[in-house]
Nanobody, 117 residues
Framework: QVQLVESGGGLVQAGGSLRLSCVASGSIFGIHYIDWYRQPPGKQRERVATIISTGSTNYSDSVKGRFTISRDNAKNTVYLQMNSLKPEDTAVYYC???????????WGQGTQVTVSS
């Protein structure tokens, strides 16, 4: 069983930065993907960034060049560094873990990010 806890959200002005953290408890074996998703008010959840256990990363076009996903294996933590924030980045941000070959995935409870104009 994997549990995920996000933190680091808050209120920031446009152009500012935030760093989100996702701490994982429990063991994750095998090749796995860790994603950051976000859900803006009244909209569907969307993936913004992925880091694979191999180290590869991938970003949605809307955040490419502004957001950076990274991980600290010693701390079982994945980060999302968000720079040059825009009001349209306002959303609840979630982290998700999926192990390749598994039918299950794990989600955190989310952290609110609000960007004021």
């Amino acid at each position: 069983q994997v549990q995920l806890v996000e933190s680091g959200g808050g209120l920031v002005q446009a152009g500012g930065s935030l760093r989100l953290s996702c701490v994982a408890s429990g063991s994750i074996f095998g090749i796995h993907y860790i994603d950051w998703y976000r859900q803006p008010p009244g909209k569907q959840r969307e993936r913004v960034a992925t880091i694979i256990s191999t180290g590869s990363t991938n970003y949605s076009d809307s955040v490419k060049g502004r957001f950076t996903i990274s991980r600290d294996n010693a701390k079982n933590t994945v980060y999302l560094q968000m720079n040059s924030l825009k009001p349209e980045d306002t959303a609840v941000y979630y982290c998700r873990v999926w192990v390749v070959g598994s039918t299950m995935d794990y989600w955190g409870q989310g952290t609110q990010v609000t960007v004021s104009s």
